[in-house]
Structure formats: C-alpha cells, structure tokens
C-alpha cells in the first residue's frame, strides 16, 4: 500500500541555518505530493505540492523537488527563521483525494 | 470566508459517554474527511464523504459514525467514548480530484479527553 516515511525530529536549527527535512514515498504510480505545515495550536495549513515529476513545488522560501529515481520529496530552506518553528508533515494524495501522511517532524529554531 | 469550522475546541469526557463533532465549511467543497492526530502517527483518516447523503471508511473507522446531511456540514460521533480516542480531531474540505486546486483545507481542530 501507498505509506510516507519521514526523518524523526525534533530537529534544533539556530536561526539563518539551512534546513532538509528528508521525505521517501511508497506508492502506485506517481501520485502528488504535498508538504503541510502545523504552527503551535493551530491545523494544517498546505505549504507547497508538486503534481508530477521533477515538478518543484516552493513557497515562503521553501522548496522541495520531486524525485521519482529515489521516490523522494525532501523539505529546504536555505535560512530559517525563529517564526518557521512549527510541525511539517509530508503526504501523497490518494483516490478521492484523501491524504497519507507522514508522522511529521517537529522544527525548532532558536535566535 | 470563514473556511473550515470546528465545534467544538476541547472536550473532556467520560468512558461510555457520547458527542458530537461538528465540521462546518462555506467553500462550498465537495468532500469532507475526519481525520485523528495523535503523537509519533501523523493523521490518520477516520471517515470522509465525497458528496451530501455520502459517507465512506478512512483507515481507522471502528468507533465513530458519521453524517453529512449537508454539503456544507459533517458530523462525527463517538457513541460510547473509550479513553483510546483521546486525541486531537481534524476536519478537512476539497473540491473533487480532478479539479485544478484539490488541496485540502483543515479546520482549526478539536482536542478530545477521555477519562
């Protein structure tokens, strides 16, 4: 079945550091992929998606390519800021839309 | 717009007792899904509904029901809570799959406690 396998957190950045969170997929076809973003107390909020392959999806200074030679989909950013401390969660969409997703990696960026 | 709703935020129960969550959403979004987020898991998907007067089993289903009697609101209950639902509930909306913008929205969330 289709499953998302994500890099433990938490991971501890100091602001301005470069950050990868690594993402691998398991899945029929090549389905889109999406990284969510979850900021203390609040839900899901789409942070960007790539539909087909070696699309690269980006927003807010993220990026993350869609590599289907390595079935990844890792999360960058080039220099991170405090406000960035949140939970990123990786997923693929499914028939019907529905979305398998990953267990999340928790960031925390300290000034 | 107010997007996705959630009634309501927290809630405290008792084992054997029963409620209600409400998801609202004025996005007029064809599907709907209830999801469950619980530490080291990520969100599971509980139950969803692709349409009014439809309804379907996500991943983890046992021990909810749920409803959608509108398009704009779904329902799920727990009719007799046990304390392994404590967790936090996530409604979500979408338009149909082959629509250019079928992303997901969340609602803000419900943080359930079963004693």
């Known amino acids: 079945g289709n499953s998302v396998t994500q890099m433990e957190g938490p991971v501890t950045l100091s602001e301005e550091a470069f950050l990868t969170i690594n993402c691998t997929y398991t899945?029929?076809?090549?389905?889109?992929l999406f990284w969510y973003v979850q900021y203390p107390g609040e839900g899901l909020q789409l942070l960007l998606k790539a539909t087909k392959a070696d699309d690269k999806g980006s927003n807010k200074g993220f990026e993350a390519t869609y590599r289907k030679e390595t079935t990844s989909f890792h999360l960058e950013k080039g220099s991170v800021q405090v406000s960035d401390s949140a939970v990123y969660f990786c997923?693929?969409?499914?028939?019907?839309?529905?979305?398998?997703f990953g267990a999340g990696t928790r960031l925390a960026v300290h000034p | 717009n107010a997007g996705v709703t959630q009634t309501p935020k927290f809630r405290v129960l008792k084992t054997g007792q029963s409620m209600t969550l409400l998801c609202a959403q004025d996005?007029?979004?064809?599907?709907m899904y209830w999801y469950r987020q619980d530490p080291g898991m990520g969100l599971r998907l509980i139950h969803y509904?692709?349409?009014?007067?439809?309804?379907a089993k996500g991943e983890v289903p046992d021990g909810y029901n749920v409803s959608r009697l509108k398009k704009q609101n779904f329902l799920l209950g727990l009719e007799s809570a046990a304390p392994s639902q404590t967790s936090v509930y996530f409604c979500?909306?979408?338009?149909?799959?082959?629509?250019?913008?079928?992303?997901?929205?969340f609602g803000p969330g419900t943080r359930l406690t079963v004693l």
């Open positions: 899945a029929t076809g090549y389905p889109s």
């Open positions: 979500a909306s979408s338009y149909p799959e082959d629509r250019e913008y079928n992303e997901q929205f």
């Open positions: 509904s692709v349409g009014e007067g439809t309804t």
């Open positions: 996005m007029n979004h064809e599907y």
């Open positions: 997923a693929l969409l499914g028939g019907y839309n529905k979305l398998i």
